[in-house]
């Protein structure tokens, strides 16, 4: 099969997804609990704080994203195992990691969405006092690659049950331990040379010098071999059904 | 056009499939007969790719299902068991998932849903959501899903599980139907459904082959050859000695290997017809036949003998 064929494949597995988002309450619950608890959260402080800046909304976006990520994910393969529609599936002309890449990016381009719609925090700050723009490019790529991050790891937990409540819980946990690994928290608990890799590994501290407006390729290569690492364990469980 | 060769698969440390050989020639409408957990699902999900066997090759049109999967897949209309579908999806946006995945171009496509759809009888529901459809119409968009590429080969896990009397007979000519044109494997647990729609059947016990041929010749062979009711006028039975007589007369015609007192009359087995010999018979001995008849070949029996 030429390549843009199988890119086709990709597209239209998409296509399918996001129909079954929008065709279910799934994505409007999403994007509409996502824009409550950021917008409620953030302007309680922003008020009080009197500064203009989002740095408060940033250091919310991974405890939201936290509950939400897995929320979207926790049925994409559980449903399809529990229903048998996984069967289906993969005995169409295509292949297990068209399968994996097409659900992970339909995860993203709902994420993506609800990001968007949250430009009118920036901009409704803008309006109040001078903005500096540089945190909230940086937090904006912050939050895709994270929630992507996130996504990746709920799609693989979701890979290894038939039931969503597990895949949800279970993604969560695992969100949690890997964002919680580079807190300070943690840090200061670990001896010099483990804290140094747990920085490394956890995926908070990355977020955290991408949100202050430090874009650095290397925290974005963290993020993006990471959800690789989990979607392609993700295609090893596929590819262990038979 | 589906040859499978010394196939075995074991599944967490069981032997599921022991050495399945078989060959289901274009054309051909292929029963897969066996009690629950028998193999058949098994089978099916090797031949479309879902699962790899453990040792044996499944070729479909020539080409090998673990090696060339994605040229099989293509050359498969699949329907498995139970029709798992996307409940979130209308009956049409399914069907032009599927057809796009099946790589139908886009100016034919709108023409084989349609095609598919009047074929399947989904004319009605084709704007509805698949969650709200009834158990039939389920069936039905999963079938219309199996043919809409025009596949060579059809594997069907038990179509018509679950259906009513009426939807069942539905299914199955629709099966006969395009059995004419594809070569069809379908696996079922319901005897008369393989007697009423298949060219040969084959029987799966504990993951092998216990027998294979078509329906008539399976019972034939089972029973060590054809069986024949023939009954007379006077009612005799083995307490009389007329009947005693009797049955030494139908036993000594060539061909015949065994006689039985049944019901008033005689069953016979014998290797070849012998209809007519026993009516020549009947009329030099002046006995009046009263039911002269080849037995319906009774699946039943085979079926219960070979699954014990």
Partial sequence: MRKESKLKIVKILIGKELEVYFNSPIAYVFIGAFLLAGNWLFFNYFFVNGQASLRSYFALLPWIFLFLAPAITMRAWSEEKRSGTIEFLLTLPLSDWQAVLAKFLAALILLALALTLTISLPLTVAGLGALDWGPVVGGYLGGLCLGGLYLAIGLFISSLTKNQIIAFVAGLAACFVLFIVSSSFVLTGLPATLATVANFFGAGSHFDALSRGLIDTRDVLYYVSAAWLFLWLNGRVLASRK | ?308
């Fill in chain 2, 1 to 308: 056009m589906i040859e499978i060769k010394n196939l075995n698969k074991e599944l967490s440390g069981h032997e599921i499939l022991r050495d399945i050989s078989l060959t289901v020639n274009p054309g051909e409408i292929v029963g897969l007969l066996g009690p629950n957990g028998a193999g058949k699902t098994t089978t099916m999900k090797i031949i479309t790719g879902f699962w790899q066997p453990t040792a044996g090759t499944v070729k479909v049109g020539g080409l090998d299902v673990v090696k060339d999967a994605l040229a099989t897949k293509q050359k498969i209309g699949y329907l498995p068991e139970n029709v798992p579908l996307y409940d979130e999806q209308k009956v049409f946006e399914y069907l032009k998932f599927v057809g796009q995945l099946r790589d139908i171009a886009a100016d034919k496509l709108i023409g084989r849903i349609k095609e598919a759809a009047m074929i399947c009888g989904l004319q009605d529901v084709i704007g509805q959501n698949i969650g709200q459809l009834s158990k039939g119409y389920r069936q039905r968009v999963g079938l219309a899903q199996a043919i809409l590429h025009q596949p060579e080969v059809l594997i069907l896990d038990e179509p018509t599980t679950g259906l009513d009397p009426n939807q069942i007979v539905q299914i199955r000519e629709l099966i006969q139907k395009l059995g004419k044109e594809k070569t069809v494997l379908f696996s079922t647990h319901i005897l008369s459904e393989v007697q009423a729609i298949c060219d040969r059947v084959v029987i799966i016990n504990q993951g092998k082959i216990v027998g294979a041929g078509k329906p008539q010749e399976l019972s034939s062979r089972l029973a060590g050859g054809l069986a024949i009711k023939i009954s007379f006028a006077e009612k005799n039975d083995s307490a009389s000695p007329a009947g005693g007589a009797q049955l030494a007369a139908i036993k000594n015609l060539a061909g015949v290997t065994e006689v039985k007192f049944d019901n008033g009359g005689y069953k016979i087995i014998a290797t070849r017809d012998v209809r007519a010999d026993l009516f020549k018979l009947a009329v030099e001995r002046y006995w009046v036949i009263m039911e002269l008849a080849l037995q319906e070949t009774n699946l039943e029996d085979v079926f219960k003998q070979l699954t014990k």
